[in-house]
Nanobody, 117 residues
Framework: VQLVESGGGLVQPGGSLRLSCAAS????????MNWYRQAPGKERELVAA????????NYADSVKGRFTIYRDNAKDTVYLQMNSLKPDDTAVYYC???????????WGQGTQVTVSS
């Protein structure tokens, strides 16, 4: 299993970024997928989740209304569209399959998002 996150960068408050997570080594379309983030000195937290078909999504309260998770099963890729970014969104962002299978998957390298003026 390999997860490759990309799309992070430095953005001003109020800006937008789109993160991508390219998955391989498992049947991507069979699994719900999660996006997590870990800020310096804080525990990793679940940010957004999407069902295997993309029909069901859930978000942490802190990002609801600003972030959108979606997926392209033909490309084995899950995305996180982040709008109205705030300094508190600064973190390394990771993706991973949901559930017990995901717990056995090593974390990818993540992608750094820095929101600063």
């Amino acid at each position: 299993v390999q997860l490759v996150e990309s799309g992070g960068g430095l953005v001003q408050p109020g800006g937008s970024l789109r993160l991508s997570c390219a998955a391989s080594g498992f049947t991507f379309s069979s699994y719900a997928m999660n996006w997590y983030r870990q800020a310096p000195g804080k525990e990793r937290e679940l940010v957004a989740a999407i069902g295997s078909t993309g029909d069901n999504t859930n978000y942490a309260d802190s990002v609801k209304g600003r972030f959108t998770i979606y997926r392209d099963n033909a490309k084995d890729t899950v995305y996180l569209q982040m709008n109205s970014l705030k300094p508190d969104d600064t973190a390394v962002y990771y993706c991973r399959p949901a559930g017990n299978f995901g717990k056995r998957v090593n974390w990818g390298q993540g992608t750094q998002v820095t929101v600063s003026s």
